[in-house]
């Protein structure tokens, strides 16, 4: 009796729960029923909404009646009827060439710029270069970048590699060393000449009691920073005067301020225009001078002689004195590009800018070295742009020293030099052959009358 209640509890509430459950299972039923039938619509379709592949149905094929006209071909719009706002926009957004109107206006901004590699900031070349810049500049027609660099040196390796630069102020001593040392094939017909535009003095700041070039010897000398003039100009002429001291390659600033306190660096060697102002305006502690660098046969190939004068150094130079030195020529130098590439056209243009502005660096504020300049005046070892060449024909020889020299004056010139010496240089650089001696001695003769007038 008690087994049949417990059974007779347990159905009842099983049906109880059915009773409670019928709703719901009849609802599910009903939903399994509709997705069945829309999966089945879905696969006679031939699509299937997941990532997974489709059970495989059999697509149903839609006839085509066999009267049914063929598509329409789609119809362009006749410019004609375009509104020319839509043209302008388009035209606007891509040019012809399929350039944007971003890159039309870069093209036309980098079309006629000319790098020239100057120097450091604290050199005279940057000056020289910002004042040629300013000149020069013609808006969009021309355009003269400045650029500091590494020092005069470098320039003219700049000019050869670095993207960018297509002219450089350096010292025509480089080009002797890019011949000889680097022996670079064909160099003089890379790398060509402007203008010499005026000569880089040497100075020679020594301690007390050192009076001459020689006593130099064995001690140690700052010749500035490696890539500055000093620093390739001031090795050279003193292992030409086989004078043998411990090169230093330091900024002359720290080295200058550390040589009224101890022995350490006995000189420091600078090579640029004069005056130096570190050199000019401090009152330097006694027994402090500029050395004389003698003219000689081991020097005359590549440098002019020059002098340095009380007015400039007043600290240094006792007055109604003056000490004898030598220059190096600063050239402006340029790539010496093909004819008729876009290298040749900016430099061809900012030849004739250069020499058309020229009167008005001469005049102040420009620096007063541009009055010294002879535009006409060879470099010894190098050859001439082309189109500065063909642009002081175009002048003449009258006109030509007219406009290039009208500002010059005594105080400014290179000293004279002898005929005699100028045979001695020609002979060396071409040994047996008389007419290139000849021509060589003329041309040296005639850069010497232009910068002394």
């Known amino acids: 009796m008690l087994f049949c209640g417990v059974e007779a509890y347990r159905l009842n509430w099983n049906m109880n729960l059915f009773r409670a459950l019928k709703p719901a299972v009849i609802r599910l039923a009903a939903a399994f029923l509709v997705a069945s039938t829309a999966t089945t619509h879905v696969l006679a379709q031939g699509l299937w909404p997941f990532n997974a592949p489709a059970p495989t149905a059999t697509p149903k094929v839609v006839e085509k009646p066999k009267d049914a006209a063929p598509p329409k071909a789609k119809q362009s719009v006749p410019q004609s009827v375009v509104p020319s706002a839509v ?15 971003l890159q039309r206006r870069r093209d036309a901004v980098n079309q006629w710029v000319v790098g020239i590699a100057a120097g450091r900031i604290e050199g005279a070349p940057l000056r020289l270069a910002a004042e040629l810049a300013q000149v020069t500049d013609d808006a969009e027609n ?36 890019y011949k000889t040392k680097e022996k670079i094939p064909n160099i003089e017909n890379q790398v060509a000449y402007v203008a010499n535009l005026f000569v880089a003095e040497m ?15 064995g001690k140690r000398v700052n010749f500035n920073s490696v890539g500055t003039a000093a620093a390739f100009t001031g090795p050279i002429v ?4 086989g004078i043998t001291v411990v090169k230093q390659f330091e900024p002359h600033r720290e080295v200058m301020a550390a040589m009224t306190k ?66 190096v020529p600063v050239v402006l130098a340029v790539a010496n590009a093909g004819v008729g590439s876009d290298r040749h056209r900016r430099l061809a243009r900012f030849v004739d800018r250069f020499v058309e502005r020229f009167v008005q660096l001469q005049k102040p504020p420009y620096d007063n070295s ?9 470099v010894p070892g190098w050859k001439r742009f082309s189109a500065m060449q063909a642009k002081l ?57 232009g910068q002394t007038r």
Not at 152 to 158: C, H, K
Not at 209 to 217: E, P, R, S, V
Not at 370 to 378: E, F, G, I, R
């Open 370 to 378: 541009w009055k010294s300049v002879n535009l006409a005046a060879p």
């Open 87 to 101: 043209k302008g926009a388009v035209k606007g957004a891509v040019g012809v060439d399929g350039t944007s109107p």
């Open 393 to 449: 024909d175009s002048l003449g020889a009258s006109n030509n020293r007219q406009v290039t020299n009208s500002a010059g004056t005594a105080a400014n010139a290179a000293p004279a030099i002898d005929p005699a010496l100028a045979r001695k240089q020609a002979q060396r650089a071409a040994p047996g052959d008389a007419a290139e001696q000849e021509r060589l001695f003329k041309t040296f003769m005639e850069w010497n009358r």
């Open 203 to 217: 100075h020679v700041l020594a301690r007390p009691g050192i009076n001459t070039l020689q006593d130099l010897a």
């Open 238 to 241: 003193f292992d030409r005067l």
């Open 142 to 177: 021309l355009r003269v970048m400045p650029i500091v660099t590494r020092g005069v040196f470098e320039n003219f390796t700049d000019i050869l590699y670095l993207r960018g630069v297509d002219a450089a102020i350096v010292y025509g001593d480089v080009m002797d060393h």
């Open 262 to 327: 101890n022995t350490d660096v006995a000189a420091v060697v600078f090579v640029t225009t004069k005056p130096v102002a570190p050199l000019a305006q401090p009152a330097w502690p006694e027994g402090f001078k500029l050395l004389p660098v003698d003219y000689s046969n081991a020097l005359e190939d590549l440098y002019l002689p020059a002098k340095l004068e009380h007015a400039e150094y007043p600290n240094l130079i006792p007055k109604d004195k003056s000490i004898a030195t030598i220059a």
